[in-house]
């Protein structure tokens, strides 16, 4: 079986995969502080609960985004799973090829994405991940990466605007009855949920008109569930598309 690790800012998705279906998959809280022991022992307690034999693990691929956490991924696959790690990252075989001015400087979460979305949905394409940041990732009709753009998740940015807004008050994310609000806590609702439609909404109308109109939009990310039913270009919400990337990209470099 093949252990997937998804090291996000803010959670570390992992899933096991055996052969091409993934059989569990679960969220921990990213620590940048947290050791290969700590890791290692909340993963295999987790697995253990939900039936997996850790014994079974074979292989793990990483997609890490936090650098403060490397050596305790690494650490964890080679103690309690006894694999060298193949980590996302230069000199790994992608199947895609990947026009930034500088690949190296592409999330490997980003690279994984698009190895997932042409795969399973084709190209041209836009990938949405609604993480800790709001990225945008776009697919030729060939099937390239060509790059992408990226905002401000949209609880960084509610969280920074409780913290410097004295009266305001953290509010349940969630689209209210109507875009006019009449009490501050559905008028921030308002202001973010539908606020964030539109700036998806505009971003994706202007990549489709570089990379063409019928570019499909696949969106994953935690948030992925409460904007999918708002904005109608969103064709797909795919949870596990990095998870799957990461199968792939390990499957690319198995032999």
């Known amino acids: 079986m093949l252990l997937v690790i998804d090291v996000g800012n803010t959670n570390i998705v992992v899933g096991v995969f055996d052969g ?3 059989v569990t998959d679960f969220r921990l809280h990213t620590n940048e502080r947290a050791t290969g022991d700590e890791l290692g022992l909340t993963t295999t307690e987790l697995l253990r609960r939900r039936g997996i034999d850790v014994g079974a693990v074979s292989a793990v691929a990483v997609a ?3 650098p403060p956490l490397a050596r305790a991924v690494d650490e964890m696959s080679r103690l309690y799973f006894h694999c060298t790690p193949l980590v996302v990252g230069p000199g790994i075989r ?3 090829s990947i026009k930034y001015e500088d690949p190296r400087l592409v999330g ?5 994405n698009a190895v997932a979305g042409r795969h399973l949905y084709g190209a041209p ?3 949405l991940d609604f993480g800790t940041a709001t990225t945008f990732d776009a697919l030729s009709a060939a099937g390239e990466y060509l790059g992408g753009a990226m905002a401000p998740g949209i609880l960084i940015s509610l969280d920074a605007l ?4 004295s009266k305001l008050n953290r509010v349940e994310l969630a689209a ?9 806590a559905a008028s921030m609702q ?6 964030y439609v539109g700036l998806v909404q505009g971003i994706v109308g202007r990549m489709r008109a570089e990379i063409g109109e019928s570019a499909r939009v696949i969106a994953t990310g935690g948030l992925a569930e409460l904007f999918a039913p708002l904005i109608p270009e969103i064709e797909a919400v795919d949870p596990h598309l990095t998870l799957v990337g990461l199968r792939l990209i390990h499957e690319l470099n198995a032999d």
Do not use: W
């Open 20 to 22: 091409d279906q993934l």
């Open 64 to 66: 890490n985004v936090v």
């Open 94 to 96: 992608t199947g895609i």
């Open 108 to 112: 490997a979460d980003r690279i994984a």
């Open 125 to 127: 394409a836009i990938l």
């Open 162 to 165: 409780v913290s410097r807004a």
């Open 176 to 184: 209210p009855p109507s875009v006019i609000g009449r009490s501050p």
């Open 190 to 195: 308002s202001g973010f949920v539908f606020g």
